[in-house]
């Protein structure tokens, strides 16, 4: 037993002592005089969740104006960072939460950063969470929920799903799905950016969103979209709602709320004028992928006579062979990329390997022998914006026949 409990010691051990500083997840808080008695209760339900403390750190950024030296904080937080479990930085400026996230940017460059504010306590497994999804996906930016989306024609829309929509504090139940357009909410859970994840200069500029009425949140979704970037639904969603700070009243009017939205919205128009175009653009990575085989390849012209037709153009036309039936296809259509597997999955071939290779992008999934009326593609993708925790479908009824 004695040697038992050697071993896994030592695992431990090697474990803890291969991990760098720059793979450690820097975890950054910042608060006032008002809320810094929250502050020790989140850092609590942080450090006794079942994490090594060496794969992560806390870093605590204050303002000089707020506090003016580690003397005026609770004697709990002082004890901890006495004891290295937390790091306190104190800061000449005043503090906004964009600020706070700035500065931890340029300090840790090297590190993954996990953005959490002052008005939660973490549930259990929450930072299990985030480490393991950022392993899992070391690219992409971890969000832990949303509650606000760009819908058609890029209006400010509210997740719902059913009738009676989202619980408070569980906007969408989808894990480890990709976000192309939703609106981040760090205010609830928080949101793990993989090192160096911004690179427009803008983004870094106090001085331009200071100037403006924009939250950080929006700030942040936007410039994710600028840029590209993934954002992805964590693997767990837990209901933050049970886990607020008594003293943070956080429920707010839906539809004010979005007003508010839609003038940010506004505003960052005003200084990225193509910020719609970007929107769009990112709405519409949208794939469709098509399957045949041999006796079927007859139809493929007919079928791509009724996709160029379509009222909603779409680029990315993918066709999944089986790599023995390449063979007897002898067909030069230009608009179509043809990619050959090896597993002849019949039907399968058109989702599973298209949900595969194409993670980040909607799917359209048509049939090979099937006419489609000309507004299909177009009925599809609103269907999408409006719905995009739902799989959209529509008929067809006309039948090709050899």
Request: glycine share 2%; proline share 2%.
């Amino acid at each position: 037993m004695n040697s038992l409990f050697f071993v896994i010691f030592l695992i431990n051990f090697i474990t803890c002592s291969l991990i760098n500083e720059k793979d450690k997840i820097i975890i950054s808080l910042t608060s006032d005089h008002k809320n810094i008695q929250n502050i020790k209760l989140i850092i609590n339900s942080i450090i006794v969740q079942n994490v090594y403390h060496e794969f992560y750190e806390i870093l605590l950024i204050l303002s000089k104006n707020e506090f003016k030296d580690v003397k005026e904080l609770p004697k709990e937080l002082i004890m901890l960072e006495k004891n290295k479990t937390i790091k306190i930085l104190f800061v000449p400026e005043n503090l906004t939460n964009i600020s706070r996230t700035l500065i931890t940017m340029k300090i840790y460059k090297r590190n993954a950063i996990l953005i959490i504010n002052n008005n939660c306590i973490l549930p259990d497994g929450w930072l299990k969470m985030f480490i393991d999804d950022h392993f899992k996906y070391p690219n992409d930016a971890i969000v832990a929920s949303f509650q606000f989306f760009f819908g058609k024609d890029c209006e400010i829309k509210e997740l719902k799903e059913g009738f009676k929509g989202e619980i408070f504090g569980t906007f969408n139940h989808i894990t480890e799905m990709i976000l192309n357009f939703a609106l981040i909410n760090i205010n609830l859970g928080g949101i793990l950016y993989p090192k160096n994840f911004f690179k427009n200069k803008l983004f870094y500029d106090k001085d331009l969103f200071n100037k403006t009425n924009i939250s950080e949140d929006f700030w942040q979704s936007a410039f994710i979209i600028i840029e590209d970037n993934t954002l992805r639904q964590s693997s767990k969603i837990f209901d933050y709602s049970k886990y607020l700070i008594n003293n943070i009243n956080y429920k707010e009017n839906s539809f004010n709320k979005i007003i508010l939205l839609e003038k940010e919205k506004l505003e960052f128009i005003k200084l990225f004028p193509n910020f719609d175009y970007f929107i769009e653009k990112r709405q519409k990575k949208i794939i469709v992928s098509i399957t045949s085989y041999p006796k079927r390849f007859v139809f493929l012209p007919k079928l791509m006579r009724f996709i160029r037709k379509q009222s909603f153009h779409i680029n990315n036309i993918i066709f999944f062979i089986y790599e023995e039936d390449i063979k007897s296809y002898d067909l030069h259509i230009d608009d179509i990329n043809i990619i050959l597997v090896t597993e002849n999955l019949r039907p399968h071939l058109k989702y599973y390997y298209a949900m595969t290779l194409f993670r980040d992008y909607a799917i359209i999934t048509i049939d090979d022998d099937i006419g489609y009326a000309k507004d299909t593609f177009e009925s599809l993708f609103n269907a999408y914006i409006d719905n995009p925790n739902i799989i959209s479908g529509r008929r067809s009824h006309l039948i090709f026949k050899v």
